[in-house]
């Protein structure tokens, strides 16, 4: 389908751009149902970049890369913080108000029920192989898309800044709030450098 657009030399045939298809709020509470409740030991992120990035196409690693930033600085839980960002990239305040509904009311009711049977068989050496094991999982969920991601980086700056946290923090052991507190301006300096020397 054409314009037609009036200019000072007559009319000028431009094309017309389609809206954004909108994805429909069902499916959006719908992925967020299923990775809160799917989602165990930290592995949220993983499950997400799965669902929204590599599955759907809804966002692509750059624009998840800065949700995921957003939602590690940002005071709040995680998984909260992310689903709200996300959400709201896709389909505005009542977006994120679905995402997040999506991603807390599943857990919300796993964590009442695991804190009951908990209770109920928590000194059960079957409990804490269990609880083990999630752990475990939600690492290497963790692990995965690290990897993932830090393939596609290709400068060095944000790999050196994040090895240096790595080896502090969980090598080291140093205190994680202030070495995220020191790295995190040097960080943006740094790029910001950067991209003056990259502008011609």
């Known amino acids: 389908m054409l314009n037609l657009n009036h200019s000072y030399f007559g009319f000028r045939m431009t094309p017309e751009v389609p809206p954004p298809k909108q994805i429909p709020l069902l499916d959006l509470i719908g992925v967020f149902f299923r990775v809160g409740v799917t989602s165990f030991g930290g592995s949220t992120a993983a499950w997400l970049y799965k669902e929204v990035v590599e599955r759907r196409g809804w966002l692509d690693d750059e624009h998840f890369t800065t949700a995921l930033t957003l939602a590690q600085v940002l005071p709040g839980a995680n998984p909260v913080n992310l689903s709200i960002y996300i959400g709201s990239q896709l389909r505005g305040g009542i977006g994120g108000a679905a995402a997040a509904i999506g991603m807390v ?96």
């Open 105 to 200: 009311a599943p857990p919300f009711v796993i964590i009442l029920i695991l804190g009951y049977l908990y209770r109920q068989f928590g000194s059960s050496p079957v409990a804490h192989a269990v609880l083990a094991g999630l752990a475990a999982v939600g690492v290497g969920m963790t692990l995965t898309i690290g990897v993932k991601l830090a393939r596609k980086v290709r400068r060095p700056i944000p790999i050196a800044i994040a090895v240096t946290l790595f080896v502090t923090v969980g090598v080291l052991h140093w205190p994680m709030i202030p070495m995220v507190l020191a790295m995190t301006p040097l960080s943006i300096g740094l790029e910001h450098l950067q991209a003056k020397k990259r502008t011609p």
